[in-house]
């Protein structure tokens, strides 16, 4: 029996060489047809040019691409969508050109393709890696029948920086819990095996730093010593590498002054070189071209040169390969196997995808027709959106709204808007699509709503590439509102950001309700006190006046199609909320960037009296919600905080255990955190950091056990001598429902 397992162990060990070296046999037989100018077409990344489907594309530009496309001078192709778009090139790549390499097709599936999830930032508060998978699953499953085969996602970029429009595209600010959710997203989209016709290659980007950009202004410098980038920026991008990650994309930011597109230090050094990523890296949107600007290249041809040697193996849109490359070839200035590499990456990840067995097969008009929008996509993404949703606040149980006999005041314009649940990067999300919350709440047949927009958010239609017209003068609904408010029980406000005002070059200087809501709302709390404020919103905002007076605040965040009634589920208790933040709410903008995991500086206080503290004389140093918060319709004790020891060595583990008790009224669940404190080290260590968490659900009375087991490779970081190791000391353990979390436990690492 032993040996006929051993025999089918070799066997199996031998189809997986032969399957290998299939791979490169296949790659490197077609990169010895190719020549140059064929090579550097795989490394070219077209924009989709014009109706594919269409007639011949008008105007030379366009009539260039084609050619180049007809002549095997194109890669990949972004933004073609839809079955009969993406066949029409696919075939002219096939069936015209010499070698008939198919194309790979991109596009920015962010948060769903048709069938809109919430966004990643929404996502990241379920801390339900499950959820978050399965959300990625059903865009893949989407964008799949729609002919595409590569995302641009996911973002693993940590932010601590609110200004940033692009931290709704991440999983927020700690990287723990982004290095888990990169790893879910990229199973999500990829799946066991990203030949199967329903799973597409992820690409996971920024890569690096461009969360960081200065004063959260978006494409700015991104100051970040190496202590900050191995220890807070890398992990999500290594955990990606790690869950087989297919694809990277650069950044357009600098990186210690090096634009990252150009940096062969993060491209070859860490990626390829100490991480041993096989797959390849995009550019960002004419990212190579923009070293120019930076100060950094002094033409096309020398930034070509840097970011082909930096290890940018495929351009999106700057034609400076396709234009330079040839020639820094011929002279040596780029050298062939630099070329070759690349070539082989791309043809690398087109044979995982299976296009050269059947370049189509990611075009069946049947599945596009039968999947698209379908029910079960709905019902997904559904769920994820209430377990995104975070109650903030909850004074005098006002919610649950009950279920009868109210008559409840509906105001603000998102609330009857369909539009901007589906927020920014919405795919091929039809305009006005989403469930709103005015027809989520009517759903609710035994209580009347009155709705009232009381004032506009903003005018017009909104898309990607304008600002969002925002009222600042007209008025004119606030007596209506007020009148309504004041005949009602309850008043439900749906207040926020349009789904326009955050995402790629959406930076604020000022986190306020935009325009005239915040004045809406303190005007309806004059009139009646029992407000819920409902946000529809895309980053943290400065709450600091609705967090002293309205009794209920619920993030809802822009949670995507299904997001009226997942808000309904959640205001009814249907759904009793279990999300937590992921990012701390600054008390006012001027506390940005802030975050949970900082350190303790010399002076530390949480005084403002101490003058010569480390504080503000206006306000507290703590954000109004911390890292990790939100609240239940059920309360939650934590008690019996033990360690199993209080000395291990490197080889030895702890369990820490903690009893949590559901002591209020309601089933609910709750997000158990485990922070760890290294007291010192050869760095200045943070405060707090999270290592670990479980979610559990308890009945009213019920009480649990949680183990964590702490060990070594919870301690590690990245240390002055830049290596991941621990250091002998002591440690604080806390274990609680938020970073806010007080009571700890000691032990020491000992030799
Ligand atoms: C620029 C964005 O930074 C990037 O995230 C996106 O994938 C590309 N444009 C393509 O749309």
Redesign the pocket.
């Known amino acids: 029996m032993r040996k006929l397992i051993t025999l089918l162990l070799s066997t199996l060990l031998l189809i997986s060489c032969d399957n290998k070296s299939e791979k490169e046999i296949f790659i490197n037989d077609l990169l010895s047809q190719m020549t140059l100018d064929e090579k550097i077409g795989q490394m070219n990344q077209y924009?989709g040019f014009w109706d594919a489907t269409g007639p011949m594309p008008e105007g030379e530009y366009q009539k260039s691409r084609y050619r180049d496309l007809k002549n095997g001078l194109v890669g990949s192709m972004?933004?073609v969508t839809g079955v009969d778009n993406v066949r029409a090139l696919q075939k002219i790549a096939v069936e015209e050109t010499r070698l008939g390499i198919p194309l790979i097709f991109?596009?920015?599936v962010?948060h769903g393709y048709q069938t809109i999830s919430p966004i990643p930032l929404a996502e990241s508060s379920s801390w339900d890696l499950e959820a978050i998978e399965k959300s990625a699953r059903v865009a893949a499953i989407e964008a799949s029948a729609a002919g595409l085969n590569w995302t641009?996602?996911p973002?693993v970029d940590i932010s601590r920086d609110a200004r940033w429009g692009?931290v709704m595209?991440g999983a927020g600010e700690d990287p723990f819990l982004g290095s888990l959710i990169a790893k879910a997203r990229v199973k999500g989209f990829q799946g066991n095996d990203l030949s199967d016709y329903n799973t597409i290659a992820a690409?996971a980007?920024?890569f690096t730093s461009?969360g960081f950009a200065e004063a959260g202004r978006d494409y700015n410098t991104a100051d970040t010593n190496e202590y900050t980038l191995f220890n807070t920026i890398l992990p999500p991008f290594k955990a990606a590498v790690d869950a087989g990650v297919s694809t990277f994309?650069n950044?357009?930011n600098t990186v210690d002054e090096i634009p990252a597109t150009g940096s062969s230090f993060l491209q070859r050094d860490i990626l390829k070189g100490e991480w041993g990523f096989d797959g390849f890296v995009v550019s960002?949107?004419g990212?190579i071209g923009e070293m120019i600007p930076h100060g950094y290249a002094r033409d096309g041809a020398h930034a070509a040169e840097i970011a082909a040697n930096a290890g940018s193996d495929m351009d999106?849109?700057s034609s400076l390969y396709i234009r330079k490359l040839d020639e820094l070839v011929t002279s040596g200035k780029v050298d062939i196997s630099i070329v070759d590499d690349a070539v082989k990456r791309i043809l690398g990840v087109k044979y995982d995808l299976g296009l050269f067995d059947d370049p189509y097969k990611y075009c069946n008009k049947d599945r596009e027709k039968n999947v698209l929008g379908s029910k079960e996509n709905q019902e997904a993404v559904l769920d994820i959106a209430k377990k995104s949703i975070v109650l903030l606040k909850n004074d005098d149980a006002l919610l649950p709204l009950k279920k009868k006999n109210q008559t409840i005041a509906l105001i603000g314009q998102l609330a009857n808007d369909k539009n901007s649940a589906i927020g920014n990067?919405r795919g091929r999300g039809a305009s006005n699509s989403a469930v709103s919350v005015l027809e989520g709440l009517n759903s609710y047949k035994e209580n009347k709503v009155i709705y009232t927009k009381g004032v506009d958010l903003y005018y017009g239609e909104t898309n990607f590439f304008t600002r969002v017209d925002v009222n600042y003068n007209d008025r004119s609904g606030f007596n209506r509102a007020r009148s309504v408010a004041k005949s009602s029980d309850v008043v439900v406000m749906v207040l926020g950001e349009e789904g326009y005002q955050t995402g790629?070059g959406r930076s604020r200087t000022n986190l306020l309700l935009p325009g005239l809501q915040q004045e809406l709302l303190e005007e309806i709390y004059n009139v009646n006190k029992n407000v819920v404020l409902v946000l529809v919103n895309g980053r943290p905002l400065n709450i600091s006046w609705a967090d002293e007076n309205i009794p209920a605040i619920v993030e809802a965040w822009q949670l995507g199609s299904q997001a009226g009634n997942a808000i309904a589920q959640v205001l009814y208790g249907d759904y009793n909320p279990s999300g937590k933040l992921t990012m701390s709410f600054p008390r006012n903008v001027g506390q940005v960037p802030i975050y949970y995991n900082y350190k303790n500086t010399g002076r530390p206080s949480k005084s403002q009296k101490v003058v010569t503290a480390s504080a503000y004389s206006d306000v507290e140093n703590s954000p109004i919600y911390p890292f990790g918060y939100g609240l239940s319709y059920t309360s939650f004790n934590y008690s019996d905080l033990t360690l199993s020891s209080e000395e291990m060595n490197n080889k030895q583990s702890i369990i820490a255990s903690v009893t949590l008790t559901n002591s209020g009224k309601y089933k609910g669940k709750e997000v158990v955190q485990l922070y760890i404190r290294d007291l010192h080290g050869s760095l200045s260590r943070p405060l707090k950091e999270l290592k670990g968490f479980e979610m559990l659900e308890l009945e009213p009375g019920e009480s649990k056990k949680v183990d964590f087991t702490i060990d070594n490779s919870l301690l590690k970081y990245y240390t002055v001598n830049k290596k991941w190791e621990s250091e002998l000391g002591d440690f604080y353990v806390y274990i609680g429902g938020n970073s806010d979390v007080d009571s700890f436990k000691k032990f020491e690492l000992i030799n």
């Open positions: 924009n972004l933004n991109a596009f920015d962010i641009f996602a973002m692009r595209e690409c980007k920024h461009y994309m950044s357009f960002d949107w990212s999106m849109e990067w790629e």
